[in-house]
């Protein structure tokens, strides 16, 4: 007990297509991904947001 294999991870990837669909999930992933991005930016100390940087090199 305790482990995590194959058959239980294929079921949680199932049950949580099924909660939010195909196509809200890339969406959730992006939301994930610069969630990360900042939070390892403000542990680095800067104080710039992620968003900001975007816009000036636009």
């Known amino acids: ?3 995590i ?3 239980e991870i294929i079921v949680i990837l199932v049950i949580v297509l ?3 669909g195909g196509k809200k999930i890339p969406e959730l992933m ?4 610069s969630g990360v ?6 542990a ?3 104080d710039q947001p992620a968003d900001s940087k975007k816009e000036e090199t636009k």
Not at 30 to 33: A, D, E, H, I
Not at 37 to 42: G, H, L, T
């Open 44 to 46: 680095k100390g800067e």
């Open 18 to 20: 099924l909660l939010f």
């Open 1 to 3: 007990m305790g482990r």
């Open 5 to 7: 294999g194959t058959p």
């Open 30 to 33: 992006k939301g994930l991904g």
């Open 37 to 42: 991005k900042e939070f390892k930016n403000a």
